[in-house]
């Protein structure tokens, strides 16, 4: 069932409390796609009542980012997560969210602030707030929902390592679970925003996950100098790629490495016809 009100949300959950059911949140932006799916199918697997939002949210935004071009199928997203088994699709307006008129900005409303270490690397580094605006948005849906058990998947690793530092650090009573990425055949990581890709877009973007497998391949034949593991990754660079980062850290708590070892995560961010990838990949 699709719902737009907090309210509606509120009455169904209070319905399954009472009943004794395990409720199981999946947050999303939409554009629904197998990697969203893998998410919801988990959560059925692993709850009585499942909830899938549908949000794009725009105090994650930056200005000059994508808000208003974001893709939005809605129709299609209520569909395909009820396929799998989603209970209820929960998709406010920014206002329901926020409230009428409240100005979006840290100045007049309150935000979750996750630690300045975690958010000042990587992706926190050129989205400058949008873990702020990320973790204001998911503590307001676990709080909203009341979920047991909140589903994630780790092609966001650093939000992933972010929402559990503060689920931990704020006491929120959730259980995190985080998915493993889903990928096309090719290896290109899904993501709603490949659909700004033309198909020699998606070509280009292939290299993002060759570097990891490659990288991941050399580490497996004992390289583990993280300085010469990032030099491999510069034979499939082209005037196509944009590099933003390619960095290796502690998978719990994003510290920097300059050895590999089995703890450590590879996460690039690259832009292909401007288009803004991630992807990253464990090496154990
Ligand atoms: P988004 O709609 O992009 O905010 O993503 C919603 C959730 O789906 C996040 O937890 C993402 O990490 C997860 N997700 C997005 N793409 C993938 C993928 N290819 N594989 C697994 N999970 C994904």
Known sequence: MLVH????VKDAVNKWRGEGLKIG???TMGALHAGHASLIKKAVETCDKVIVSVF?????????????????????????????????IFAPTPDEMYGAG??????TLAYVVPPFFYVNKLCGKSRVGHFDGVCTVVAKLFNITGADYAFFGQKDAQQLVIIKKFVK??????????????????????SSRNKYL???????????????????????KGITDVSALKETAFSYLTDKHDMEYLEFVDKNDLEDKTTADNDTLVLIACRVEGVRLIDNILLA
């Open 56 to 88: 794009v949210n725009p105090i994650q935004f930056c200005p000059g980012e994508d808000y208003n071009e974001y893709p939005r199928t809605l129709d299609k997203d209520v569909e395909l997560a009820e396929s799998i088994g989603a209970d209820l």
């Open 5 to 8: 009100k907090i309210s509606e």
């Open 198 to 220: 033309t198909e020699d877009g998606k070509k280009d973007a292939l290299v993002l996950s060759k570097i990891l497998f490659n990288i991941k391949a050399c580490y497996e």
């Open 169 to 190: 650090d704020l006491n929120f009573p959730i259980e995190i679970v985080s998915c493993p990425i889903v990928r096309e055949e090719s290896g290109l990581a899904l």
């Open 102 to 107: 409240q100005r979006l900005s840290n100045d």
């Open 25 to 27: 949140l999946v947050p």
